[in-house]
């Protein structure tokens, strides 16, 4: 089947969701771009996401993080990953679901720490007892992550090509989003 993507899929969700593997795989079967915008703020400014936070401080980062995320979705529709705190900002919630879909990689916590606790590439994370830092994050992103306009649950047994199918079946509910072509 053939697709036509009529918005920006803005996956949002909790770091080790999912979001750029999924994203990349959406993106690939509805046959458009894949961006990231943590990828685009690195290149900008030359530097790591962590190198950032640490010269500069995570409010500087958010900043840049929303002007970008403002930028591409002004940009041909895509499948766009973001970073797991983008969607913790009234603006940026109001300004994706204006202009984009936004689409919540709901995971557990207990997957979310398989995946992400050998990483050392996650700033918020470098603490003396990081899992307890993720439960925390966890509970308070939670309802946040709620308020996206559509969502889809992981389960561990699912695989990446698994969850872009039942993203395409979420985004298929919404034809303002996504049309058979």
């Known amino acids: ?11 949002v969700g909790m770091m080790g969701a999912g979001k ?32 950032i936070f640490g010269r500069d401080g ?3 980062f958010r900043d ?4 970008v995320i403002a930028r591409m979705l002004e940009e041909e529709p ?36 398989s995946r992400v606790k050998h990483r050392d590439s996650r700033p918020l994370l470098k603490t003396p007892n990081p899992r307890a830092t993720l439960r925390g994050l966890y509970e308070t992103r939670m309802p946040i992550y709620a308020e996206a306009d559509l969502e889809v649950r992981a389960e561990p047994r699912y695989s ?16 303002d989003v996504l049309e058979a072509v």
């Open 1 to 11: 089947m053939s697709w036509k993507l009529n918005k920006t899929v803005v996956m």
């Open 20 to 51: 750029t593997a999924v994203g990349k795989a959406l993106a690939q079967v509805l046959d458009v771009g894949f961006r990231d915008s943590d990828a685009e703020i690195e290149l900008a400014a030359n530097m790591s996401i962590a190198e």
């Open 58 to 60: 995570e409010s500087f």
């Open 64 to 67: 840049r993080e929303s002007q």
């Open 78 to 113: 895509c499948v766009l990953s973001t970073g797991g705190g983008a969607f913790m900002s009234p603006a940026n919630r109001k300004l994706i679901s204006e202009r984009g879909v936004s689409l919540w990689l709901n995971v557990d916590l207990d997957l979310l720490w």
């Open 160 to 175: 990446v090509s698994d969850m872009a199918r039942h993203v395409v079946t979420a985004l298929a509910q919404r034809p």
